[in-house]
C-alpha cells in the first residue's frame, strides 16, 4: 500500500491542501501571466506577428488574394519562398493529383509502420543522384532535417564538436543544442581565418563538425564552399552543408551552389528542402550511404514521425526531375534578381547587396518596418515579409524581397514606386551612410 504511505506523506507536508492542487492553479495563473506580458511587450516592440491571409493562386503566381476582415484584394507577392513557381507548374501538380486519386490524402503511418512508398523511395534516389551521393533521406520538413539530422550526427561520437557559423537557421542551432553532450563554438559569419583559429585552438583529437549554410536568406550571401572544405580537410573535420536557400535555383541541374563550384563532393552531409525552389513540401539529408542509414536508424525526428503524404512525394519528385531539366528557370531568376536589383539601385533605394536571388532592401527599426510592410499591403497591393528580431540583429530590420521568374517589368516598376512612397527618406538616407 505504497500509495497511502505517499497520501499520509504528501497531506503531511501540505496540510491536507493537497486535495484542492493550489499549486496547479497558481501554475495556470502564472503561465498565463507570462503569456500577456510577453504578448504586451512584443507588440510594443513592434515585433508582434501578424499572419496576413494570403491566397495563393496557382494559374497566377504571384498574384494572391489578400482575406482581410472588410473583403478581398488581389496583391502581388515580393516575399514567396517559391523562388521558381514550381508550386504551379503543370506537371507538378498534375503529380500530386494522380497520386491523391491512387495513394489517398496521408501516408497513414511512419516510414517504419506502413508508411514507406515506393515514391518515397524513388524521391530519395532522385536527390541522392541530385547532389551526386549514394544515399538521401527524407524529413518532414527541411527544419525536421536539420534538428534531427544533425543532432544525431553529433551525438554519435563522445565529445563531438561542432563549429556553426553565427548566422546558421534557427533549425540547425536547434539541432546542435538539441545534441546531448556536444560541443559548440560559433564562428563569425562566412569568416574563413575566424573559423580557422578556431578549429585550431580546439582539441586535436576531438571529432569536429563544420555547420554552414550556402545562400544565407535574410542577408542573400553565399558562403566560400570549397574553402570551408579546405580547412575541413586541414583539420579532419566533417562538413554538414544547408543548401535550403540554392537547391533547384543553382547549379546545372539545380543541385545548389555546392554544385555549381563543383565542391560536393567534398561536403559530408548536404542537406535540403522541397518546399522553396521545388516548391512542394519537406526536407532531406545526401551523404554517404552508412552515414544517411545510421541517421535513418537513429533520429528521432524521422523515426517517430508520419512519412510524407504520398501526394506530396510524388509532386517533389516529379518537380527535381523537371528542375533537373530546365535551366530556363534558373536563368530567368538570375535575370529578374538583377532587374529588380538595377532598378532597386537606380531610385536610390536602400538594399544590401548580394549575389544571390534575395533582396534584402534595409529599414533599420523593427516599428517602422511593420508599418512599411503594413502601408505596402494596404495602399499599393504589394505584400512584402518584414523581417524583424530575433531573425535579424535589433537595428537590421528589413523587408526581404525575392523576386522570381514571374515578376514581371511592371511588377518591379510598382514596387520601386511603392516603396518611394512609404520608406521614410531618413531611412534611406541612412541606409546609404
Ligand atoms: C536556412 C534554412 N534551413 C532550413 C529551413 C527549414 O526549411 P523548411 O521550410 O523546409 O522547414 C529554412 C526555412 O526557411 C531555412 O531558412
Given at each position: 500500500m505504497r500509495w497511502i504511505n505517499w497520501l499520509f506523506a504528501a497531506m503531511r507536508t501540505y496540510g491536507g491542501g493537497i486535495l484542492e492542487m493550489p499549486d496547479l492553479m497558481d501554475t495556470r495563473r502564472a503561465f498565463l501571466a507570462h503569456c500577456q506580458a510577453n504578448l504586451a511587450a512584443l507588440r510594443r516592440e513592434g515585433r508582434y506577428r501578424e499572419f496576413a491571409h494570403l491566397e495563393k493562386l496557382s494559374g497566377r503566381f504571384p498574384l494572391y488574394r489578400w482575406h482581410r476582415p472588410d473583403g478581398v484584394r488581389e496583391v502581388t507577392v515580393w516575399?514567396?519562398?517559391d523562388y521558381l513557381g514550381m508550386g504551379a507548374h503543370p506537371q507538378v501538380l498534375a503529380a500530386a493529383a494522380r497520386a491523391v486519386e491512387e495513394?489517398?490524402?496521408?501516408?497513414?503511418?511512419t516510414r517504419n509502420i506502413s508508411g514507406t512508398s515506393p515514391l518515397h523511395v524513388a524521391l530519395e534516389a532522385e536527390l541522392a543522384s541530385l547532389h551526386g551521393k549514394p544515399a538521401a533521406l527524407l524529413f518532414g520538413s527541411g527544419y525536421i532535417a536539420n534538428q534531427a539530422g544533425i543532432a544525431a550526427v553529433l551525438e554519435a561520437l563522445p565529445g563531438f564538436i561542432v563549429f556553426s557559423?553565427?548566422?546558421?537557421?534557427a533549425s540547425m542551432i536547434a539541432g546542435m543544442r538539441g545534441a546531448k553532450g556536444a560541443g559548440r563554438v560559433i564562428w563569425r559569419h562566412n569568416d574563413l581565418q575566424d573559423l580557422e583559429a578556431k578549429l585550431a585552438a580546439a582539441p586535436s583529437g576531438a571529432p569536429k563538425l563544420i555547420a554552414f549554410e550556402?545562400?544565407?536568406?535574410?542577408?542573400g550571401d553565399i558562403a566560400p564552399i570549397g574553402a570551408i572544405c579546405d580547412l575541413a580537410e586541414r583539420y579532419g573535420a566533417m562538413t554538414y552543408l544547408d543548401e535550403v536557400h540554392a537547391v533547384g535555383l543553382y547549379g546545372a541541374t539545380g543541385g545548389g551552389i555546392s554544385e555549381r563550384d563543383g565542391v560536393a563532393h567534398r561536403v559530408d552531409l548536404i542537406e535540403g528542402t522541397?518546399?522553396?525552389?521545388?516548391?512542394?513540401f519537406g526536407g532531406y539529408i545526401a551523404g554517404d550511404a552508412d552515414m544517411v542509414d545510421y541517421i535513418r536508424s537513429t533520429a528521432g525526428g524521422l523515426i517517430f514521425t508520419t512519412s510524407l503524404p504520398p501526394a506530396v512525394a510524388a509532386a517533389a519528385l516529379e518537380s527535381v526531375r523537371v528542375l533537373k531539366r530546365l535551366p530556363e528557370r534558373r536563368v530567368a531568376l538570375a535575370e529578374r534578381a538583377a532587374a529588380l536589383k538595377s532598378a532597386l539601385d537606380a531610385a536610390g533605394l536602400p538594399r544590401l547587396d548580394g549575389p544571390s536571388h534575395i533582396v534584402p532592401v534595409w529599414v533599420g527599426e523593427a516599428e517602422l518596418c511593420r508599418q512599411v510592410a503594413r502601408r505596402l499591403l494596404e495602399d499599393h497591393a504589394i505584400y512584402a515579409t518584414p523581417i524583424n528580431y530575433p531573425t535579424v540583429p535589433?537595428?537590421?530590420e528589413r523587408l526581404r524581397l525575392c523576386a522570381t521568374p514571374f515578376h514581371t517589368d511592371a511588377m518591379i516598376a510598382a514596387l520601386v514606386t511603392a516603396l518611394q512612397a512609404v520608406l521614410p527618406t531618413a531611412a534611406i538616407r541612412q541606409a546609404a551612410e
Open positions: 516575399s514567396s519562398n495513394h489517398g490524402a496521408g501516408a497513414g503511418g557559423d553565427a548566422k546558421n537557421h550556402s545562400v544565407y536568406s535574410m542577408d522541397l518546399a522553396k525552389g521545388f516548391g512542394v535589433r537595428g537590421t
